[in-house]
Nanobody
Framework: VQLQASGGGLVQSGGSLRLSCAAS????????ITWFRQAPGKEREFVAA????????YYTDSVKGRFTISRDNAKNTVWLQMNSLKPEDTAVYYC???????????????????WGQGTQVTVSS
């Protein structure tokens, strides 16, 4: 499986960006795609996820109400709509995928088998 993340850029505080993650290769309805981010000097952190084919979504508390994850299973693509961006959202955003993830580990970066190359999001104050 290959994951291709795109859509990052420079935006002012309060602005919006839409990230996309396109998956190719052997995917299925059980394939979970998740967004993580990593700011300079910090650990990679969970942002948002679809559990498998979209039966449930998860968000970290700091983005709830501002970010929305959506998925097109036919296109094997997941989007992350980011609104009301803040300077603390500045990071490299990665999409990650797994066929075998258990639901309780959805926020754990080490449990994912596939990673996209990352896309930089910079929010200026």
């Amino acid at each position: 499986v290959q994951l291709q993340a795109s859509g990052g850029g420079l935006v002012q505080s309060g602005g919006s960006l839409r990230l996309s993650c396109a998956a190719s290769g052997r995917t299925s309805s059980s394939f979970t795609i998740t967004w993580f981010r990593q700011a300079p000097g910090k650990e990679r952190e969970f942002v948002a996820a679809f559990w498998r084919s979209g039966s449930r979504t998860y968000y970290t508390d700091s983005v709830k109400g501002r970010f929305t994850i959506s998925r097109d299973n036919a296109k094997n693509t997941v989007w992350l709509q980011m609104n009301s961006l803040k300077p603390e959202d500045t990071a490299v955003y990665y999409c990650a995928g797994s066929h075998t993830l258990i639901q309780s580990s959805i926020t754990t970066a080490g449990q994912y088998d596939y990673w996209g190359q990352g896309t930089q999001v910079t929010v200026s104050s």
